[in-house]
């Protein structure tokens, strides 16, 4: 049955976005059920974390718990973190190696499979008690998610989506492929921040180029990111993913800076180490943000690579975990540069910080006027592909593909 | 070998220094607590643990403690906001060289303008100082947070 929900669309369409959807409890748990936890692929984690038979790790699908696990014969594997008897959450560590899953209140286990192993007592102590004669182990396996692995990175889902290349599209899944080559990938590490404002916040952050030259005086500051460079936008046909692909430019005043108030022309870094790009694909793009529906950012940033996963925790906050990475083929001074590129990503990042304050601002002023309505209207009201950075047209795509599988 | 009375007090006086110039300024003498060649990362327990190189923040000499006040007090945008260091268990340990193994306690708290204050971080200094013409400077700092998690966004260093 189709619920009700306090959110009429305005009929200018997705050029207008109701300040409420960011708010609303209601809305809240429909995107849990229909988008977490519906036909969608989301990502839970690196093969590379998980190399050896027996690891797991633990990470969400939108507000659950969800365990990946490498079974003995090296396929990979999902299930939900929460025991079949009373809902117990199973691993209380973000990762490990383990060859049952024991709940810590009556020891019930379950392999890697999630599938139950063990009931104590299932038979009775001295004949008394035990489960009743038609308990059936085997209906009480953890509810098993859909895995599916891409060139080292591990997506799953609680329903049956259709094939992750078909899912992603034909040029999403090129842009994928680019920084996923099938190279083995080495782990960098971890950030997790807990950023006080609605999960669709950062989405959209991510596919609007608009505000990425203005907003970040430290990336147009050191020719980063810029408006007058070559770039585009591109969308997968549902409008869900997208791509925002541009090149780096120079330390100097233009056009496009000239309505940066503050942009400082005059900074020169005392340790240029910091900022030390090399070319490391093979096309001459410098950035590319991918947004991968409903969960997924892949960042390359110059040489500094990330996965940001976003965990949706209540209408007014999400956790934002990225994974920083390289290739196990790197040298040290490629995987020094890196780290060294990683202060401007992250919870301290020179530039994310940014994003993670002015979210932080939005959230508070869609909270307190929730039957306003935002304009995102720069480069037009569609939602084509555009081959420049003074556009929203990422964000209407966004929008189309989010009202179709909400029904708003 | 551990410290002396005197050395003890005057490795104290260091902390309460860093503390009051990042909590009330100026901002810019910060870097001048380091030593030229230093280090500093700010690092979460879980990367620390499992020997994962990622900081959040990663200074490898005094000059880019320069070039993040610089982005802090020019580029970054954020609220504007206080913070308050609280820095315990200060205990050193002479090495050698001369030099001083440091560990320290700390826990900063954040106040923003329509919030109560919260906890913004906590965790352990792990530490190297040692003695340049006459002044006690860091060589080595790790900031390493227990949280895992940061509530929103570091801006100023901890």
């Keep these: 049955m189709k619920q009700e929900t306090p959110v009429v669309w305005p009929s200018a369409g997705v050029s207008e976005v109701p300040y409420r959807i960011y708010s609303d409890p209601s809305i809240f748990e429909q995107e849990m059920m229909r988008i977490f936890e519906g036909e969608s692929w989301s990502y839970v984690g690196l093969a590379a974390e998980i190399p050896e038979a027996g690891d797991y790790l633990v990470t969400m699908i939108g507000r659950r718990s969800v365990v990946i696990t490498r079974g003995p014969d090296g396929a990979v594997h999902g299930f939900a973190n929460r025991c079949a008897h009373r809902g117990v959450k199973l691993c209380r560590q973000h990762r490990g190696n383990a060859r049952f899953f024991v709940c810590p209140y009556h020891q019930w286990s379950y392999d890697a499979r999630g599938n139950l192993r063990g009931v104590p007592f299932i038979k009775g102590v001295k004949g008394k008690g035990g489960m009743p004669e038609d308990f059936d182990r085997a209906s009480h396996d953890l509810p098993k998610l859909a895995v599916t692995e891409r060139n080292g990175v591990i997506f799953a889902s609680f329903a049956e989506p259709p094939p992750f290349e078909s899912y992603l599209g034909e040029t999403n899944l090129r842009y994928f492929d680019r920084v996923f080559d099938g190279r083995q990938l080495s782990l960098l590490g971890y950030s997790r921040q807990l950023i006080p404002g609605n999960w669709k916040l950062m989405f959209e952050n991510i596919k609007d180029p608009y505000h990425a030259s203005l907003l970040h005086v430290f990336l147009v500051t050191f020719g980063l990111f810029r408006a007058d460079q070559e770039s585009q936008v591109q969308m997968d046909d549902t409008g869900g993913h997208a791509l925002l692909i541009s090149r780096r430019g120079e330390q100097k005043k233009s056009d496009a800076t000239s309505d940066i108030a503050n942009l400082r022309e005059d900074f020169v870094l005392s340790d240029k180490r910091l900022l030390d790009p090399v070319k490391e694909f093979p096309d001459d793009a410098t950035v590319v943000m991918q947004t991968i529906w409903p969960n997924l950012i892949v960042q390359q940033q110059s040489n500094t690579l990330a996965l940001r996963q976003i965990r949706p925790r209540s209408p007014g906050a999400f956790e934002l975990a990225w994974t920083f990475f390289g290739y196990a083929d790197d040298d040290e001074a490629m995987t020094t540069r890196r780290l060294r590129q990683a202060n401007l990503m992250s919870s301290a990042g020179l530039v994310s910080a940014d994003d993670s304050e002015v979210i932080k601002l939005a959230q508070d002023g869609v909270d307190q006027y929730p039957d306003h309505v935002g304009v995102v209207q720069m480069g037009g009201r569609g939602t084509e592909n555009e081959n420049h950075m003074v556009t929203e047209t990422a964000v209407r795509a966004f929008y189309t593909h989010y009202r179709r599988v909400m029904g708003l | ?148 998690l940061v509530p929103n966004t570091i801006v100023y260093p901890l």
Excluded at chain 2, 29 to 54: A, G, H, I, K, M
Aim: hydrophobic fraction near 40%.
């Design chain 2, 1 to 148: 070998m551990s410290l002396d009375p005197l050395e003890q007090r005057r490795l104290e006086e260091l902390y309460a220094i860093y503390g009051e110039l990042l909590d009330d300024g100026p901002l810019e003498d910060w870097p001048s607590l380091f030593t030229e060649e230093c280090t500093y990362l700010v690092v979460p327990r879980d990367n620390f643990e499992q020997d994962l190189p990622l900081a959040i923040i990663r200074c490898e000499s005094r000059g880019m403690l320069v070039d993040r006040v610089r982005s802090v007090q020019e580029t970054i945008m954020f609220e504007p906001r206080y913070l308050r260091h609280q820095i315990t268990n200060i205990r050193g340990t002479k090495r050698d060289d001369g030099g001083i193994d440091v560990i320290a306690n700390y826990l900063v708290v954040e106040v923003l303008p329509e919030d109560l204050p919260k906890i913004l971080s906590v965790g352990r200094y792990l530490d190297v100082v040692v003695e340049e013409a006459g002044e006690l400077l860091f060589e080595e700092k790790w900031v390493i947070y227990d949280s895992v």
